[in-house]
Nanobody
Framework: QVQLVESGGGLVQPGGSLRLSCAAS????????MGWYRQAPGKQRGLVAV???????GYADSVKGRFTISRDNAKKRVDLQMNSLKPEDTAVYYC?????????WGQGTQVTVSS
């Protein structure tokens, strides 16, 4: 089992940057595929970015070229670097860990992009 805690959210102007971090506790972090999801008001939660155990990454089309996901297995951490932020990126961002049919979620961190 793994516990996830997100940090790094906040208010940023359009065009700005934020870096989200997800700290994991528990055993065997390296076996999990890790992902970032987001949920805007009135919308379903959707995938933003994912990184496999081996480091292969994938992104939603809406964030390609602007967001970068990375992981540090030694520190049990996964980050999401968000650049060129747009108002439509405003959402609660959630960290996810998945392995063998099991999924774990963090509590979420709010990102607001507004002038």
């Amino acid at each position: 089992q793994v516990q996830l805690v997100e940090s790094g959210g906040g208010l940023v102007q359009p065009g700005g940057s934020l870096r989200l971090s997800c700290a994991a506790s528990g055993s065997a972090f390296s076996i999990y595929a890790m992902g970032w999801y987001r949920q805007a008001p009135g919308k379903q939660r959707g995938l933003v970015a994912v990184i496999s155990r081996g480091g292969t990454t994938g992104y939603a089309d809406s964030v390609k070229g602007r967001f970068t996901i990375s992981r540090d297995n030694a520190k049990k951490r996964v980050d999401l670097q968000m650049n060129s932020l747009k108002p439509e990126d405003t959402a609660v961002y959630y960290c996810n860990a998945a392995y063998a049919g099991a999924e774990y979620w963090g509590q979420g961190t709010q990102v607001t992009v507004s002038s």
